[in-house]
């Protein structure tokens, strides 16, 4: 099921950041590592009792600066472009500024539901203040005091009201995969040459406005969902020429999706975007499979060579598969689909315990762990404690232990001999006093 979206917008130092904090739980969005997103636009997952939804926060809108150009109107359009709900974010202690008029109107013409969050209400003289910011014309207005962490029970429950009512009964079990990738390398093409291929389009599912378009598609007597997250057809091509900005619906498609494919141009290589988005599948724990288009476009196709290419950008993506396919001449897009199978395979697969503690036992024997003060660690037990990513248990003497190289050296036995091609797994390490 797809997670509500929550934009935070105002002008510059209401607060927004702090109010962010305050809803995600002090949690750090990993885009806070991407240089030239952190200060436009943080991205994470916020939880309110049985309702969980992704939380957007933008920079400050600010007509008086200089900085007030395309971008930043683009930046903040984006936010409340994808958002259910926008949180109006305004300072109770400062009252009403022209740049909260220009806001309001940009909030307006976009028809989305509003909450005006009355931020820094901390004395009585604030509150009396809270009645001006009536005159914006909205329904809903909360204060909260987002240092002292006052009202957020109330803002979350305003804001739950707008979510649509969850119906489990009605949850798709078909697989889900997204084509994610910088603008321009070829992703509307490669799901339109994939449709082709197979011709087998059952039928087209619009989104809003503001989402991408999901394809139902058939192959092999299965139904599969392909989510496709180029570009933004409302707006144009500013969009999409604001590389940046397709992280935030990279990430939207990730978190819906079971496998990504992460589309690169043949032509221009692997730029630290595509590193960003592949760490975030894997954070995510989706399966991935990397997908080189334009293949058609070099002049001296090298397989072997370019894999090592790929394979020495993405050392942390070792287990990935690798395809190479032109959309444009629909050559290779035959391979495309065996390998959504087998990873779709490998990230719910369950490995039988006691052949897991063979491998293991095995493993363990052949490179005994350095003692450490006197101490060696000891694994006891090894089972397989979740799949979607596959996650393994090992009960050992003392976690503490556990050395990041012997970690690594234990999954690549597991990937040696369990098929786990495309899935990241999970290694979880507990004392057996736990």
């Known amino acids: 099921m797809k997670l509500p979206v929550v934009a ?25 590592d991407t240089p030239g997103v952190t200060r436009d636009r943080i991205y994470s997952e916020a939880s309110y009792k049985d309702y969980k ?53 940009m909030l307006r013409s976009s028809g989305k539901n509003v ?32 240092e002292h962490g006052i009202g957020f029970f109330e803002l979350q429950d305003e804001i739950v009201k707008f979510f649509p009512k969850k119906d489990y009964n009605q949850e798709d079990k078909r697989l889900k995969f997204s084509l994610i990738g910088r603008p321009n390398v070829g992703k509307s093409s490669l799901i339109n040459a994939l449709l082709n291929e197979e011709r087998v389009i059952v039928s087209d599912v619009a989104g809003t406005t503001r989402d991408a378009i999901d394809t139902v ?53 692997i730029i630290e975007h595509d590193k ?18 334009k293949w058609d476009k070099i002049d001296e196709p090298n397989i072997k060579e370019y894999i090592k290419k790929v394979r020495s ?34 990230i719910k697969r369950e490995i039988n315990t006691s052949v897991l503690n063979d491998v293991i036992n095995d493993a363990y024997l052949l490179n005994i762990p350095p003692s450490y003060k ?19 248990t090992f009960h050992v003497n003392n976690k503490g232990l556990v050395h990041f190289s012997y970690e690594r050296y234990l ?6 001999n369990f098929e786990l091609e495309g899935t990241p797994i999970i290694l979880q390490f507990k004392n057996r006093s736990e």
């Open 313 to 346: 950008e993405f050392q942390f993506l070792s287990y990935v598969p690798i395809v190479f396919v032109s959309a444009l001449t629909k050559k290779r897009i035959h391979t495309i689909m065996p390998e959504v199978l087998k990873v779709s395979e490998n």
């Open 53 to 105: 939804y992704s939380v957007i926060d933008t920079g400050g809108i600010d007509a008086s600066s200089e900085q007030f150009n395309d971008v930043i109107k683009v930046q903040a359009s984006i936010a409340i472009d994808e958002a259910d709900v926008v949180l109006f974010i305004v300072d109770g202690k400062e009252g009403l500024t022209t740049n909260d008029f220009i806001v309001r109107d």
């Open 115 to 146: 909450v005006v969050v009355i931020n820094k209400i901390d004395n009585k003289k604030t509150q009396d203040n809270i009645y001006d910011f009536y005159e914006l014309g909205f329904d809903t207005y909360v204060q909260v005091s987002g």
């Open 217 to 269: 598609m058939r192959y092999n007597e299965e139904e599969f969902v392909v989510i496709d997250t180029a570009g933004m057809r409302k707006k144009g091509k500013i969009y999409e020429n604001i590389e940046k900005y397709s992280l935030l619906r990279s990430m939207k498609a990730i978190d819906r999706s079971d496998i990504c494919l992460l589309v690169i141009n043949a032509e221009e290589g």
């Open 411 to 416: 999954e690549n036995k597991l990937r040696e």
């Open 276 to 293: 960003h988005i592949a760490g975030y599948v894997l954070e995510k724990g989706k399966g991935l499979i990397i997908v080189v288009n």
């Open 374 to 392: 006197g101490k060696r660690l000891k694994i006891y037990f090894t089972n397989q404690s979740g799949t979607k990513p596959p996650k393994f």
């Open 8 to 32: 935070l917008v105002g002008r510059p130092n209401v607060g927004k950041s702090t109010i962010f904090n305050k809803l995600v739980g002090e949690k750090i969005s990993i885009i806070e």
